[in-house]
């Protein structure tokens, strides 16, 4: 083991979409663990019972504060600026 290693924490913004169609933003350490939990009915009290969700669209950041601002600004996004967004990001891959 090797302790001069610093575990880097990533912070993900992400973009899911419902079962029904619509769009939620978040954030959270574990992205995986994340959409398991909005499928499983136990993430935000947005997805319950509007699962399964699916990962659209996802960026990471080192710090916590920068992550959270994202979020911030994805959330005041209309639908059609986050498509585009998503649509960009899968051009790019």
């Known amino acids: ?16 979409q419902c079962s029904d169609g619509t769009l939620y933003t978040g954030w959270t350490t574990d ?3 994340r959409i398991k939990a909005h499928n499983n ?5 947005y997805t319950k019972g509007r699962g399964p969700v699916h990962l659209l669209y996802s960026e990471h950041y080192k ?3 920068d992550a959270l601002k994202r979020e911030n600004q994805i959330k005041k996004m209309t639908r059609a600026k986050k498509i585009v967004l998503i649509n960009q990001s899968n051009k790019s891959v």
């Open 41 to 45: 009915n136990t993430g935000a009290k």
């Open 63 to 65: 710090l916590k504060s």
């Open 31 to 33: 992205i995986t663990g």
């Open 1 to 16: 083991m090797n302790d001069d290693k610093i575990l880097e924490i990533k912070h993900y913004v992400y973009i899911v």
